[in-house]
């Protein structure tokens, strides 16, 4: 089995800037893709950022330029680091992790994070 736990969120002014972690915890896996989701009130959950194992980013229109993504495989971590913050990126933020099994690399899963709230707000 693994975890995904997520640290970073909070209050924060328009401008301002903070740094979401995620770790994965568990044994005998590999961490294929992973990266961050958002979902605002009313809305569909959409793509943040995504960073492959080789370390290879995307980012969604919305937060490219403002927004940097990165990975410690060895921690299996992932941290999205935004500035420049926008009322609109208040939102619940959830780590996502494509995850294979180390014996039977062929099978994966998509491991979710409990959530955690960004609240932009002056």
């Known amino acids: 089995q693994v975890q995904l736990v997520e640290s970073g969120g909070g209050l924060v002014q328009p401008g301002g800037s903070l740094r979401l972690s995620c770790a994965a915890s568990?044994?005998?896996?590999?961490?294929?893709?992973m990266g961050w989701y958002r979902q605002a009130p009313g809305k569909q959950r959409e793509l943040v950022a995504i960073?492959?194992?080789?370390?290879?980013?995307n980012y969604a229109d919305s937060v490219k330029g403002r927004s940097t993504i990165s990975r410690d495989n060895a921690k299996n971590t992932v941290v999205l680091q935004m500035d420049s913050l926008k009322l609109e990126d208040t939102a619940v933020y959830y780590c996502n992790a494509v995850i294979s099994s180390v014996v039977v690399p062929a099978i994966s899963m998509t491991y979710w994070g409990q959530g955690t709230q960004v609240t932009v707000s002056s």
């Open positions: 960073i492959t194992r080789s370390g290879i980013p």
């Open positions: 568990g044994s005998r896996f590999s961490i294929n893709d």
